[in-house]
C-alpha cells in the first residue's frame, strides 16, 4: 500500500470531516502490518490489510460519488496522499465492477487459465457455495450477487 504523506501538507476544507475515520482506518492498517501471522498461511496474513484498504477506499468513494458529502478538491487530495486506491475507484466505477474487492482478482496473470478469480463468479453459477479468494479473502464480489 502507498505511504500517505503528512508533512508540510495544505489540508482542503472539509478535512476535518474525515480525518478522523481515516485516522482510525490508518491505525487499524498499521496494527494489520505488524500483526503475527504465526498459524496462517502465507497468502491469508495480507488479507486483513486488502480489507482495510478496500474500506479506505470505499469510504471517499461513497462520499464523493454516492453521497455528494465532499468536494472535488478534498477529493482529489485524498488521492492525491494516498488515502485511497486510485485504480480501484475507476474500476467502480465500470459497469460490472462495482463490488470489485481488489485489483488482483480482475489481473488475469496471476490465475489458471488466464481467466478472472473465482470471487468473480455470480453465486447462483458456482459449484461450491462457500469460496474464499486466495488473494484477498473476499467470499464473492461478482455485480450480480
Excluded at 498499521?30 to 495480507?46: F, Q, S, T, W, Y
Aim: charged share 30%.
Amino acid at each position: 500500500m502507498p505511504k500517505i504523506k503528512t508533512s508540510g501538507v495544505k489540508y482542503p476544507d472539509g478535512w476535518e470531516l474525515i480525518e478522523p475515520t481515516l485516522s482510525e482506518l490508518h491505525s487499524k492498517m498499521r496494527e494489520a502490518e505488524n500483526d503475527p501471522h504465526d498459524g496462517r498461511r502465507k497468502c491469508e496474513a495480507l488479507w486483513p490489510i486488502f480489507k482495510i484498504n478496500h474500506q479506505r477506499s470505499r469510504y471517499l468513494y461513497d462520499l464523493y460519488y454516492n453521497r455528494k458529502e465532499i468536494s472535488q478538491e478534498l477529493y482529489e487530495f485524498c488521492l492525491d496522499q494516498g488515502h485511497a486506491d486510485r485504480n480501484l475507484i475507476a474500476k467502480w466505477k465500470k459497469q460490472g465492477y462495482e463490488r470489485l474487492c481488489c485489483l488482483r482478482c480482475i489481473q488475469t496473470r496471476d490465475h489458471n487459465f488466464a481467466t478472472t478469480c473465482v470471487c468473480r463468479v455470480p453465486k447462483h453459477l458456482r459449484e461450491e457455495q462457500v469460496i474464499e479468494c486466495v488473494h484477498c479473502g473476499c467470499k464473492g464480489c461478482a455485480s450480480g450477487d
